[in-house]
């Protein structure tokens, strides 16, 4: 281990995670700025805990612009209550705070993006500190992890909860267990395009039970998708056996990401015409989007194409879009 893993991290909780009880509380990340030269960021903390059992550890606001999960989990924090509980819940209704006050993506003090910026370094970035705190304080903690996202300002998604196909086939069948349980209405097997850096990666490493979500998108939330955000917080918990009673478990529907070929990506930038919707079929090599140049009038549409047979299960939300951008992901349903 070098001599940088050594150091302590400088965020310190001003909650006792070992304490019993309900504390609301804040990691203070020392933040020295031309408006405060001793200031700091504040990220907001809820530990819960009563007796024996599981620890699981709620995130929202891993991207600042997507809204379910700190809906949720601001709720989650203010409603839960000690004897309800039988283990601990710690929630972080917004891992990456200053994004989150700001309403964009990345920090925008370091322009860190949470997701990639794991294990985290203490003497980084503010978003290293904040992710190296998560990896070596908090995901030890925790036997389960549910971290909440959705699509942003560029992209939208069909409201599904996922977990990943493992190595670990037990582990793997503990994260679909949960995400059985969440009852989204759709339920997914997940493929990333870069695991690299991220807090998904982080915590499965660890042996953690991980699941995620994608609730929608668009930069907002809507009165249904913060309801499947409240809905599926509590099944998870239910399930967990760390609160009491039977999970609220709904139809949903299972998709699968096999392979590369789910991805679109634009080779060109240029206005983008959908040409199915969301949840709607293709069939393979379907074109499923036109982008038309916008520098001048005349010149045919770029054709956008199915790479496989399925739903569409994502695509990019603004009307305009930029070289390499992601355009659409279809999705197979697992019957």
Known sequence: ???????????????????EGVQHGFLRLPYSRDDSAWGSVMIPITVVSNGKGPTALLTGGNHGDEYEGPIALFDL?????????????????????PAFLAGTRTSPIDRGNMNRSFPGRPDGTVTEKIADYFQRVLLPMADIVLDFHSGGKTLDFLPFCA??????????AQAFELVTAFAAPYSMKMLEIDAVGMYDTA???????????????????????????????????????????????????????????????????????????????????AVIALIHPTGRTGEAPREIRAGMAGILCARHFPGLVKPGDCVAVVAIVDE
């Open 1 to 19: 281990m070098n001599e940088i893993a050594l150091r302590p991290s400088p965020i310190s909780a001003t909650v006792d995670f070992a304490a």
């Open 203 to 285: 915590a499965e490493e660890m042996g953690k039970v991980f699941i995620t979500t994608e609730l929608g998108g668009g930069g907002t939330a809507t009165a249904k998708s913060a309801a499947i955000a409240k809905r599926g917080t509590m099944n998870v918990l239910r399930r967990a056996g760390i609160v009491a009673g039977a999970a609220d478990i709904g139809p949903t529907t299972w998709l699968d990401m096999p392979d590369g070929r789910c991805f679109s990506f634009a080779e060109e930038g240029g206005l983008i015409e959908p040409l199915i919707d969301l949840g709607e079929a293709a069939s393979e090599d």
């Open 163 to 172: 977990a990943h196909i493992l190595q670990n086939k037990q582990q793997e």
């Open 77 to 97: 924090a203010r409603t839960l209550k000690a004897q309800e509980v039988s283990g601990r819940v710690i929630i972080v209704p917004a891992m990456n705070y």
